[in-house]
């Protein structure tokens, strides 16, 4: 099993960026599961691949980040340099940018509203940005930005709403999920974010600021950068972000799908009881009460 630790990433630093080596390394809370990260000193982080299947997004964000950071009014994370594979670490790696900000919660943000208006107006710069030769959505993110009838989608929310059983409302959860992947983008591919979640949002002073983590991005649909509205937002704000967006109700509807399937999946794969089924439970509650 791969260690990833302050010890190595100082030891990355020391070898191939000596300039940045007396800079303090400390681990990152919450540092994520693809990627590990770390602070460089107060302005820089350090990000390295947990696994052999998250190398592709390093290359993809060197690519496009600086392409996508020009057009945005928004900033996103800035790569600053790659670092290479060595004797110790088997990956490609990536020295960023640090950006200020705190990950979005929901006691950190001045207006709910707000907060909606501004994440759907920088979706919709993103959406507006020349994709052409960008990557198509695929195993390299997991699909994300791709029909919902591809890959094991429909297996597992099927497999999902099995093993629940009647703790869900089976019906209304089919009757999403049936009209979810009814249909297609049939428009020009978008870029789509990929993964458009709490933990990628800052806000500074209750507004959000930056946003974050671009390893997943694509083109494609871009209903799956839309699931938030209800897995963070309430009824109101959860229309306000959904109405800045403007996109067509077959989207929306594929938006809803993308978030079910997450839902469900996660009641089934987490540990019971543990907060993530709670907040899974009740998103699915949300849908169907809809």
């Not at 460089?40 to 964000?61: A, D, F, I, T, W």
């Not at 060197?62 to 990956?91: C, M, R």
């Not at 978008?190 to 458009?196: A, E, L, Q, S």
């Not at 509807?253 to 009881?273: F, I, M």
Request: charged residues 25%.
């Amino acid at each position: 099993m791969l260690t990833i630790n302050v010890d190595l990433v100082q030891n990355l630093i020391k070898e191939q960026f000596p300039e940045w080596s007396n800079l303090e390394i400390k681990a990152v809370k919450n540092g994520g599961h693809d990627n590990r990260t770390f602070h460089l000193g107060e302005n820089m982080s350090v990000r390295l691949p947990s696994g052999e299947g998250y190398v592709s997004q390093v290359e993809k964000e060197h690519t496009w980040l600086p392409v996508l950071a020009k057009q945005l009014s928004l900033p996103i994370s800035k790569p600053l340099a790659k670092g290479e594979p060595n004797k110790d670490y088997p990956f490609p790696w990536s020295v960023y940018k640090w950006l200020e900000g705190e990950t979005v919660t929901h006691e950190n943000i001045v207006d709910k509203n707000q907060f909606a208006k501004d994440l759907g107006g920088f979706l919709v710069e993103l959406q507006s940005i020349d994709a052409s030769g960008g990557p198509y959505g695929g195993l390299h993110n997991y699909y994300r930005g791709c029909p919902l009838t591809e890959f094991k989608f429909n297996e597992w929310t099927l497999s999902s709403l099995e093993t629940l059983g009647n703790s869900v409302d089976r019906e209304k959860c089919l009757e999403i999920w049936n009209r979810a992947k009814s249909t297609e983008w049939m428009k020009e591919p978008v870029w789509i974010h990929g993964d458009v979640a709490p933990g990628n949002l800052l806000v500074t002073n209750g507004r959000l600021s930056a946003v974050i983590d671009f390893g997943v991005m694509a083109v494609g649909d871009p209903a799956a950068d839309l699931a938030m509205a209800w897995t963070f937002f309430d009824d109101k704000s959860r229309d306000v972000f959904l109405n800045s967006i403007g996109l067509d109700e077959d989207t929306i509807d594929r938006a809803r799908g993308w978030a079910l399937w997450k839902a469900l999946t996660t009641c089934v794969w987490e540990p019971e009881g543990s907060e993530a089924i709670k907040q899974a439970k009740n998103v699915i509650d949300v849908l169907v009460n809809e």
